[in-house]
């Protein structure tokens, strides 16, 4: 099993920064890719940004060239770091990790941390 614990919502103003950290714990071998997820209030949830195992990345189109995704795996850590955030970023951000384990198939989510942009 896996478990993610997020880390690191708050509030900012509109041009701002913010770093969100995703810690991963259990059986960390069988993850093939992580990522963050959004969800604004009366939306669906829709991907940020993913990294695979092999240190690929994709970005939505909405966060490109602001947002990073990056890991550290030393830590067993998947980081977003969001820049120029704008009020429309504000959203619950949710971790995601993806895998397989005998021969099956898991995602887990964590528990999500609100980010709040202010105009």
């Known amino acids: 099993q896996v478990q993610l614990v997020e880390s690191g919502g708050g509030l900012v103003q509109a041009g701002g920064s913010l770093r969100l950290s995703c810690a991963a714990s259990?059986?960390?071998?069988?993850?093939?890719?992580m990522g963050w997820y959004r969800q604004a209030p009366g939306k669906q949830r829709e991907l940020v940004a993913v990294?695979?195992?092999?240190?690929?990345?994709n970005y939505a189109d909405s966060v490109k060239g602001r947002f990073t995704i990056s890991r550290d795996n030393a830590k067993n850590t998947v980081y977003l770091q969001m820049s120029s955030l704008k009020p429309e970023d504000t959203a619950v951000y949710y971790c995601?990790?993806?895998?397989?384990?005998?021969?099956?198939?898991?995602?887990?989510w964590g528990q999500g941390t609100l980010v709040t942009v202010s105009s």
């Open positions: 995601n990790a993806e895998g397989s384990i005998y021969g099956s198939h898991f995602e887990v």
């Open positions: 259990g059986t960390i071998f069988s993850i093939y890719a």
């Open positions: 990294i695979t195992s092999g240190g690929s990345t």
